[in-house]
């Protein structure tokens, strides 16, 4: 009985100081990982630029977990002030749409070291768009991380096929605003299209971008579909009965000018065929830069602790950064020896048979930190 009455007192002094020392501890719940993205004034739904690189993000919240919010820019003015609104609220990683917000973007992170910042299509340093005497201008920023693509290495292989399927000898090209991220589609389309002459002995014309001079067809923005529709009629007037509109949805009316004209267009950034059901029948393939596996791929590092400021995530045919779409409709149009010669074409520039598909001839036109 004695013993007992020693394990009940026991028990009871054990019951007490649980008591006294609350409920057990739970774990703490692991705060989100939290991700902000800006975009530019093309918009999150502009089929292209902007949507891919939102795409990463949703990709990283279904298989990361991360959380995340957007901010559209309606203007350029509103750059600065929708990167501090995230950045200002501690959030992980805010990633930038593009070149045009990279000068706000160097004097944002500069106020938030401890914060870390993404660009697409931009690296540091940049004396054109970021200030003087402020990090950026002729250094790195050591809190932001880049991503450039060699796209000019898949519009290469675009602008080959484009020059092995005319019918007129015309090929024609026009983008948005006059900047190396758009200017790079042309340097690489040129070049292909001049490897083709090159191997075929053909004498093909590209209308809208010449290399040599960097003068070419731009309507000065990414949002007036009149101003896209009239520089597609202007390459068609010219005899293009291809064409490669460079500028997310100003490109699209050119579809129908391409139908009525008797000709095809070359979509970008991403494959157009899932974009422009109603281009299907006039898309020949796409240039696609695959910037929603660049975002992904930041957002893990950082939340792995791998995010290197100052470095550059660079893609390439090599590594899936960039290539070209299927022909998905057309492809009982094009021939298949040219079909092999695209492969083959692919390989050669993956293994470094062909090194310069452009940007290297022309780095003028391109961005900085590719080769």
Not at 346 to 355: C, F, L, N, W
Request: overall charge negative.
């Amino acid at each position: 009985m004695k013993k007992l009455n020693a394990v009940i007192s026991v028990l009871l002094l054990a019951s007490l100081m649980l008591a006294a020392c609350g409920p057990a501890a739970t774990p703490e719940e692991e705060e989100p990982f939290r991700v902000g993205f800006v975009t530019d004034t093309g918009g999150i739904d502009d089929k292209s630029f902007n949507t891919t690189q939102w795409n990463g993000v949703l990709r990283a919240i279904e298989e990361l977990g991360v959380e995340a919010q957007y901010i559209q820019s309606d203007e350029a003015t509103q750059y600065e002030a929708n990167m501090t609104e995230f950045a200002s609220q501690g959030y992980e990683l805010v990633i930038a749409s593009g070149f045009f917000l990279g000068g706000d973007l160097a004097k944002v992170a500069a106020l938030y070291p401890d914060n870390s910042f993404s660009i697409v299509d931009y690296t540091y340093p940049d004396p054109f768009g970021v200030p003087e005497g402020t990090v950026g201008h002729a250094e790195c920023v050591p809190n932001v991380m880049g991503q450039v693509f060699k796209t000019d290495q898949a519009a290469f292989l675009a602008g080959y096929l484009a020059a092995g399927m005319t019918q007129t000898g015309k090929i024609g090209y026009f983008g948005g605003a006059k900047i190396p991220t758009v200017t790079i589609f042309g340097v690489g389309f040129q070049a292909g299209m001049e490897h083709y002459n090159e191997v075929h002995g053909t004498s093909v014309e590209l209308i809208g971008w010449d290399n040599e001079t960097g003068e070419g067809l731009f309507t000065g923005d990414f949002m007036d579909l009149t101003k896209g529709k009239e520089a597609t009629e202007s390459l068609f007037d010219e005899g293009a009965d291809i064409f490669i509109p460079v500028g997310g949805l100003i490109g699209s009316p050119g579809f129908d000018v391409a139908r009525e004209r008797g000709g095809w267009g070359i979509w970008v950034d991403v494959d157009g065929y899932n974009l422009l059901p109603e281009a299907r029948d006039v898309l020949l393939t796409s240039v696609m830069k695959n910037m929603d596996n660049s975002v992904f791929d930041v957002i893990q590092a950082t939340m792995d602790g791998e995010f290197n400021g100052c470095g550059v995530y660079i893609g390439s045919l090599e590594n899936g950064g960039v290539g070209i779409a299927p022909y998905h409709d057309l492809e009982g149009s094009v021939p298949g020896t040219l079909k092999q010669e695209i492969i083959e074409l692919t390989q050669a520039i993956i293994s470094g048979e062909i090194a310069d598909t452009g940007c290297l001839s022309y780095p003028e036109h391109c961005p900085g930190g590719l080769y």
